[in-house]
Nanobody, 124 residues
Framework: QVQLVESGGGLVQAGGSLRLSCAAS????????MGWFRQAPGQLREFVAT????????YYADSVKGRFTISRDNAKNTIYLEMNSLNHQDTGVYYC?????????????????WGQGTQVTVSS
């Protein structure tokens, strides 16, 4: 069974940091781009960050650029999202996803495997 399992979410004060992890199982994803998306209460899911298959290329939403860093360790079949300088607008459920393309992508329809999400709450 192919699975993506996120961890590392929680409650943090504004200005703080969190590191999310996404462990993949069931098959290797070293030929797939990976991404993070988030959904705030009452809002649509939005793109956050993406990394290409080998980790050399990344792309970020403007709202997180300079504060978040996406990375991957293909040997561990795991991706990460380092989040710094968090603010209240970063609150939401964060989803890890695997794309069926190898290049970076901010288009959710290019992702065909999704995790169940991890809650991030930033208190102001």
């Amino acid at each position: 069974q192919v699975q993506l399992v996120e961890s590392g979410g929680g409650l943090v004060q504004a200005g703080g940091s969190l590191r999310l992890s996404c462990a993949a199982s069931g098959r290797a994803f070293d030929r797939n781009a990976m991404g993070w998306f988030r959904q705030a209460p009452g809002q649509l899911r939005e793109f956050v960050a993406t990394v290409n298959y080998n980790g050399r290329n990344t792309y970020y939403a403007d709202s997180v650029k300079g504060r978040f860093t996406i990375s991957r360790d293909n040997a561990k079949n795991t991706i990460y999202l380092e989040m710094n300088s968090l603010n209240h607008q970063d609150t939401g459920v964060y989803y890890c996803a695997a794309a069926f393309v190898s290049h970076t992508s901010d288009y959710d329809r290019e992702y065909d495997t999704w995790g169940q999400g991890t809650q991030v709450t930033v208190s102001s």
